[in-house]
């Protein structure tokens, strides 16, 4: 079992940078690809990105490719969503998620194990 927390968000202009974080409970976080989803009032959950076991690739989504950057920890348990340049159109409810399949695991069903959400609101 996996639990994750995340944090970080809140209210910023758009142009402007943010960092989400989300650390994992458990000893075994290096053997999970964590993936980053979000999901914006009315719309369905979508990825954003996605980073291996050991951070040496990540996956991104293209609407966020060279604005978003994915990175993790092993040793904090923990994975980061760094954001700059963001718009309006990001604003939504960022949600981490843990899984053991393969990159680019960018379907929801390629995580059994998901944090609660924490909300990002760009203005303009």
């Known amino acids: 079992q996996v639990q994750l927390v995340e944090s970080g968000g809140g209210l910023v202009q758009a142009g402007g940078s943010l960092r989400v974080s989300c650390a994992a409970s458990g000893r075994s976080f290096s053997n999970y690809v964590m993936g980053w989803f979000r999901q914006a009032p009315g719309k369905e959950r979508e990825f954003v990105a996605a980073i291996s076991r050991s951070g040496g690739v990540s996956y991104y989504a293209e609407s966020v490719k060279g604005r978003f950057t994915i990175s993790r920890d092993n040793a904090k348990n923990t994975v980061y969503l760094q954001m700059s340049s963001l718009k309006p159109e990001d604003t939504a409810v960022y949600y981490c998620?843990?899984?053991?399949?393969?990159?680019?695991?960018?379907?929801?069903?390629?995580?059994?194990?998901w944090g609660q959400g924490t909300q990002v609101t760009v203005s303009s």
């Open positions: 998620a843990s899984g053991d399949r393969g990159l680019p695991a960018t379907m929801s069903s390629n995580y059994p194990y």
